[in-house]
């Protein structure tokens, strides 16, 4: 019995032995097989992927919208910029790839190794970038020593391009790279550090149209942070394309004729409100903006007396002087204070309590009319009207025609100017308006400050019968393939307080001012067939010394005055109004007038050629209608 009972238990104890080892044996070629698979049959893919290889993601930086001006012609575009970047984590030991980066791209190691140190905090995966626009030659050597540059990556980003630097840049604008506060403010949030942002024109003004959308890709990457494969693609979208009202034909004849001058042009079809050319001088060039200016170099542009970073188009206010005569005579005319017969005497002079003020002309003009005024510019005939005429009531004529208030041109900063009245002068002096500056207001002195878009508002609205229409620059947005989604389109914001029967008045003497001998612009017709009307001021700085007429031929540059003329063309048909200030330029008639004249044959004689190398318009003498 006993016997029985311990064969049982070694024949139990055998069989469970012989399971567990055949279970054992079946790991073992599992294992075995495993083993085979993987360093056999995949042994060279899982080799590379153990050289510590890591997935990372890029991003793919969006094309910039290319800006083009009326007709097609390009203005901005982009190209290619290498960007070096150094990823931490792979970059060891830095201080010694850093050291062979520096005499490859002639950059001193200290300026490299301080970019890095400036990352504190900042994931050693994430690329920090060392120097953009690294140039071909800098690229060559690069990528001939990539394998001794572990860490170190090359980064093709579309950088933009100003094909014709200075040209429009007031309009165009620039870009620069976001800041850290604005990146932390939330004003844009999907931009990223490195992104470019426009500052300035339409740059800033189209900023979400142009921009684009970025893309990105999933990489693998090896030990030194080369890329080894793409595992997956997302294109970026480029941005939109605008196409500008201006004409780069009309553009680089404005630029041309302000070369060496301080001031500004601004032109639109006076039936449209589309500016077909802005020009403010000294200009900039945009493309420093994009390598990134030095702050001695900042500090030279924003400190030049002549200030090259401001808008003079439209940010400049000036005094008016004789332009303003323009709503000085609708004012008198709607409120009937002279008719088209009534005339005055101009002995040169009027006396007004113990003071006299005296005409530009010493030797007066004789008895003249309102549109004879006009043209000569008479001094003494707005004197007497202005002695009839209530400064607030001359304040709300201004107004109406567009002054004191942004023509919403669409660009920042624009000026407002400054319509003075009695109600103004006792909030900002606390004292009451005197009569005798009533006297200085009808002539466009004294507190009164327009824009040159300002004044080329109410010329348009002169010429196409009375309506204000408002400027603007962007003609159309399309997408890259040519999908048009936007159009700038024609606003009128309102009327001039005035009659047809009074247009027609003012109209016939800015006529005059061109067409007759006696008018204040004789030298600025264009000829060819193309009558021009227009108004011409001489804005002064300081005044003058009794009985001295040509005083400012007598004083330094920056006290002579402002050179002031608004026109438009042709006459009986206008298809172009202009604006024209030049700063310390003397007499409108002679230094603006011409100046508009050359726009004119320009504009409206296809024919004409431009002149590359500048030359300034021949400027007949104006001993005889020197104008105040």
Same mark, same amino acid.
């Given at each position: 019995?006993?016997?029985?009972?311990?064969?049982?238990?070694?024949?139990?104890?055998?069989?469970?032995?012989?399971?567990?080892?055949?279970?054992?044996?079946?790991?073992?070629?599992?294992?075995?097989?495993?083993?085979?698979?993987?360093?056999?049959?995949?042994?060279?893919?899982?080799?590379?992927?153990?050289?510590?290889?890591?997935?990372?993601?890029?991003?793919?930086?969006?094309?910039?919208?290319?800006?083009?001006?009326?007709?097609?012609?390009?203005?901005?575009?982009?190209?290619?910029?290498?960007?070096?970047?150094?990823?931490?984590?792979?970059?060891?030991?830095?201080?010694?790839?850093?050291?062979?980066?520096?005499?490859?791209?002639?950059?001193?190691?200290?300026?490299?190794?301080?970019?890095?140190?400036?990352?504190?905090?900042?994931?050693?995966?994430?690329?920090?970038?060392?120097?953009?626009?690294?140039?071909?030659?800098?690229?060559?050597?690069?990528?001939?020593?990539?394998?001794?540059?572990?860490?170190?990556?090359?980064?093709?980003?579309?950088?933009?391009?100003?094909?014709?630097?200075?040209?429009?840049?007031?309009?165009?604008?620039?870009?620069?790279?976001?800041?850290?506060?604005?990146?932390?403010?939330?004003?844009?949030?999907?931009?990223?550090?490195?992104?470019?942002?426009?500052?300035?024109?339409?740059?800033?003004?189209?900023?979400?149209?142009?921009?684009?959308?970025?893309?990105?890709?999933?990489?693998?990457?090896?030990? /030194?942070?080369?890329?080894?494969?793409?595992?997956?693609?997302?294109?970026?979208?480029?941005?939109?394309?605008?196409?500008?009202?201006?004409?780069?034909?009309?553009?680089?004849?404005?630029?041309? $004729?302000?070369?060496?001058?301080?001031?500004?042009?601004?032109?639109?079809?006076?039936?449209?409100?589309?500016?077909?050319?802005?020009?403010?001088?000294?200009?900039?060039?945009?493309?420093?903006?994009?390598?990134?200016?030095?702050?001695?170099?900042?500090?030279?542009?924003?400190?030049?007396?002549?200030?090259?970073?401001?808008?003079?188009?439209?940010?400049?206010?000036?005094?008016?002087?004789?332009?303003?005569?323009?709503?000085?005579?609708?004012?008198?005319?709607?409120?009937?204070?002279?008719?088209?017969?009534?005339?005055?005497?101009?002995?040169?002079?009027?006396?007004?309590?113990?003071?006299?003020?005296?005409?530009?002309?010493?030797?007066?003009?004789?008895?003249?009319?309102?549109?004879?005024?006009?043209?000569?510019?008479?001094?003494?005939?707005?004197?007497?009207?202005?002695?009839?005429?209530?400064?607030?009531? $001359?304040?709300?004529?201004?107004?109406?025609?567009?002054?004191?208030?942004?023509?919403?041109?669409?660009?920042?900063?624009?000026?407002?100017?400054?319509?003075?009245?009695?109600?103004?002068?006792?909030?900002?002096?606390?004292?009451?308006?005197?009569?005798?500056? /009533? $006297?200085?207001?009808?002539?466009?002195?004294?507190?009164?400050?327009? /824009?040159?878009?300002?004044?080329?508002?109410?010329?348009?609205?002169?010429?196409?019968?009375?309506?204000?229409?408002?400027?603007?620059?962007?003609?159309?947005?399309?997408?890259?393939?040519?999908?048009?989604?936007?159009?700038?389109?024609?606003?009128?914001?309102?009327?001039?307080?005035?009659?047809?029967?009074?247009?027609?008045?003012?109209?016939?003497?800015?006529?005059?001012?061109?067409?007759?001998?006696?008018?204040?612009?004789?030298?600025?017709?264009?000829?060819?067939?193309?009558?021009?009307?227009?108004? /011409?001021?001489?804005?002064?700085?300081?005044?003058?010394?009794?009985?001295?007429?040509?005083?400012?031929?007598? $004083?330094?540059?920056?006290?002579?005055?402002?050179?002031?003329?608004?026109?438009?063309?042709?006459?009986?048909?206008?298809?172009?109004?202009?604006?024209?200030?030049?700063?310390?330029?003397?007499?409108?008639?002679?230094?603006?007038?011409?100046?508009?004249?050359?726009?004119?044959?320009?504009?409206?004689?296809?024919?004409?050629?431009?002149?590359?190398?500048?030359?300034?318009?021949?400027?007949?003498?104006?001993?005889?209608?020197?104008?105040?």
């Amino acid at each position: 019995m006993h016997k029985f009972i311990r064969t049982t238990d070694s024949e139990w104890f055998r069989l469970r032995l012989s399971v567990v080892m055949s279970l054992v044996t079946a790991a073992f070629i599992v294992l075995l097989l495993r083993l085979f698979y993987l360093q056999i049959l995949e042994g060279e893919e899982f080799r590379r992927l153990s050289e510590n290889n890591c997935i990372r993601l890029q991003t793919i930086q969006s094309q910039r919208g290319f800006v083009f001006d009326r007709n097609g012609a390009l203005l901005v575009d982009n190209r290619p910029s290498f960007n070096l970047s150094i990823i931490l984590n792979d970059a060891k030991p830095v201080e010694s790839i850093i050291g062979i980066l520096s005499k490859y791209l002639n950059v001193s190691a200290e300026e490299l190794m301080a970019k890095v140190r400036n990352i504190k905090g900042a994931s050693s995966f994430r690329p920090v970038l060392l120097k953009q626009d690294i140039g071909r030659d800098a690229l060559a050597l690069v990528e001939a020593h990539k394998y001794d540059l572990p860490g170190i990556s090359v980064d093709v980003r579309p950088r933009r391009y100003y094909l014709h630097r200075h040209s429009a840049a007031h309009l165009i604008g620039y870009l620069s790279e976001i800041n850290s506060s604005e990146l932390k403010g939330g004003k844009y949030p999907e931009y990223k550090p490195g992104d470019f942002v426009g500052r300035f024109g339409i740059e800033r003004e189209f900023e979400k149209y142009l921009k684009g959308k970025r893309g990105g890709r999933q990489v693998e990457v090896n030990v /030194t942070g080369q890329v080894v494969r793409v595992l997956e693609n997302i294109d970026a979208e480029p941005g939109n394309n605008i196409y500008l009202t201006i004409d780069q034909r009309l553009q680089r004849k404005v630029e041309e $004729l302000l070369k060496d001058r301080a001031g500004a042009v601004i032109a639109m079809e006076p039936s449209s409100g589309q500016v077909l050319a802005m020009a403010s001088n000294p200009a900039f060039d945009p493309n420093g903006f994009v390598y990134g200016l030095t702050h001695d170099e900042w500090n030279d542009l924003i400190s030049q007396p002549n200030r090259p970073m401001e808008n003079k188009a439209v940010k400049g206010e000036y005094p008016p002087a004789s332009t303003y005569k323009i709503v000085t005579a609708i004012a008198a005319l709607e409120e009937k204070v002279i008719d088209v017969n009534t005339s005055f005497y101009c002995p040169g002079y009027i006396k007004y309590g113990n003071r006299e003020f005296r005409c530009w002309k010493k030797g007066g003009h004789g008895s003249v009319n309102v549109v004879r005024a006009l043209a000569e510019s008479c001094d003494v005939f707005f004197y007497n009207v202005g002695l009839r005429l209530d400064i607030d009531k $001359l304040a709300w004529y201004a107004k109406g025609c567009g002054l004191g208030a942004p023509t919403g041109i669409g660009l920042e900063q624009e000026g407002k100017g400054l319509v003075p009245s009695a109600i103004w002068k006792k909030k900002r002096f606390g004292s009451s308006w005197s009569s005798g500056e /009533t $006297l200085s207001a009808v002539i466009g002195q004294g507190y009164n400050l327009a /824009t040159p878009v300002q004044m080329l508002v109410l010329t348009s609205a002169i010429a196409n019968g009375g309506k204000r229409v408002k400027p603007y620059v962007m003609k159309r947005i399309e997408t890259p393939g040519g999908q048009n989604i936007l159009n700038g389109e024609t606003e009128t914001v309102g009327n001039l307080p005035a009659s047809q029967s009074t247009l027609n008045i003012v109209k016939k003497g800015l006529w005059e001012v061109v067409n007759k001998d006696y008018g204040t612009a004789w030298i600025a017709r264009p000829g060819g067939g193309i009558e021009m009307s227009g108004k /011409t001021g001489t804005a002064q700085i300081v005044g003058r010394k009794e009985n001295e007429t040509s005083y400012e031929r007598k $004083l330094p540059d920056h006290f002579k005055p402002h050179a002031w003329f608004v026109s438009y063309a042709p006459s009986s048909d206008p298809k172009i109004a202009i604006s024209v200030i030049i700063e310390h330029g003397g007499h409108g008639s002679s230094a603006a007038g011409p100046v508009a004249r050359e726009l004119v044959k320009c504009y409206l004689s296809p024919e004409a050629e431009i002149d590359d190398n500048g030359t300034e318009p021949k400027v007949v003498s104006d001993a005889v209608n020197d104008e105040y």
